[in-house]
């Protein structure tokens, strides 16, 4: 699963594009004027590994929360401006190393020529992102309702401005609700430009849906090599929008962020309660080494086969569990002895 070649832009020091990492980021769900809230969110972000976060700066009334959230963050920040060139160019006096602008409502070519300027001169990344929602009916007119196509036209319209005035510091990106059109639209994008592309699906919605509907659709653009960063955009907090993310980036093998666990669905043959087990060897798992493999299995008879690649196993029996290691039992407890048994285990590796 190779990723598409393209061009590498730097937001403070971080390489997006080209053979870096594909990036997990998100969005603060707090108004910026609530700075305590604010830097509460941004260390959680900080801690679960967050690498790029999106803030919405809808007025200029919010200047100096900015700038004082610029000063505090812990994770480059990227402005969400809309509607009004004036804000972007706050944001970049405020030092944000990057904004994005979305193309459906800022047609001012004079002020995104100054936007352009700016950026050129404080070396900030403009990212031009394009939403279903909010994108001008005339774009729909010229692509005969095709929504994936008028995605695509906004972009290139927008790209030809950046381009005629000498400015590559871009990311793009394009998202609806619908994961086709979100597909289709950013496989031609990455046919017509060599730019970073930022993926996810817009609004995905709540719990099950939101991150199913978001695991298919980035996956299946990941899967073809499409995709610099991605954002899981969900009715949840922006810590889950990261956990989610770095789900899919492990899932398909592109990154490794924890030991991988692996636990049988369970059937008939169960000797113990498979849940209780997930729940007493998770907290473990960031202890562990990245690329291990931890297996529980909820029997004997097939566990320790099933998962014999694992690097470390539970499996149950008749009496409590065994402890395995790539199929060779290691050791033997009872339920009871599980929770300190494990402890010591992980302790001693
Ligand atoms: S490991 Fe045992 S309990 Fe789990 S699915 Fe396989 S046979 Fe069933």
């Known amino acids: 699963m190779k990723k598409h070649n ?39 972000l900080k801690e679960v590994g967050c690498e790029l976060l999106r803030v919405a700066f809808p007025s200029l009334d919010l200047k100096q929360d900015l700038d004082y959230l610029v000063k505090e963050a812990t994770i480059p920040i990227m402005a969400d401006i809309h509607f009004d060139g004036n804000l972007a160019l706050a944001a970049m006096e405020s030092g944000c190393p990057s904004i994005r602008i979305n193309p459906g409502n800022m047609k001012n070519k004079k002020a995104l020529r100054e936007i352009i300027s700016m950026a050129k001169d404080k070396g900030v990344v403009i990212r031009i992102g394009v939403n279903g929602g909010s994108l001008a009916s005339s774009f729909y007119e010229k692509a005969q309702g095709d929504e994936a196509l008028a995605l695509v036209l906004a972009v290139k319209e927008q790209i030809n401005l950046m381009q005629d005035e000498d400015f590559e510091d871009l990311i793009i990106s394009a998202k609806a609700t619908s994961v086709k059109a979100t597909l289709k639209a950013n496989t031609l994008l990455r046919q017509l430009y060599p730019y970073p592309l930022h993926i996810g699906i817009t609004e995905a919605g709540p719990g099950l849906h939101g991150i199913v509907k978001s695991s298919v659709g980035i996956a299946l653009m990941l899967s073809q090599g499409i995709g610099d960063t991605i954002r899981v955009s969900l009715t949840a907090s922006s810590v889950e929008e990261v956990k989610v993310g770095q789900e899919i980036l492990q899932a398909l093998g592109i990154r490794r962020f924890r030991a991988d666990l692996i636990s049988c669905p369970t059937c008939g043959r169960k000797r113990v309660d498979v849940n209780m087990l997930v729940e007493a060897i998770e907290p473990a798992l960031g202890k562990l080494p990245k690329d291990w493999t931890v297996a529980v299995m909820g029997c004997e008879v097939n566990g320790p086969k099933e998962a014999s690649g694992a690097d470390f196993g539970i499996a149950g029996t008749q009496s409590g569990v065994v402890f395995f290691q790539k199929g060779k039992v290691i050791g033997r407890c009872s339920v009871e002895e599980i929770a300190s048994y494990v402890k010591s285990i992980i302790e001693g590796f």
């Open 6 to 44: 393209s061009r590498c832009v730097f937001i403070n020091k971080m390489g997006i594009g080209d053979n870096y990492p594909v990036r997990v980021e998100s969005m603060l769900k707090v108004p910026l004027n609530r700075r305590d809230a604010i830097l509460s969110e941004v260390k959680k």
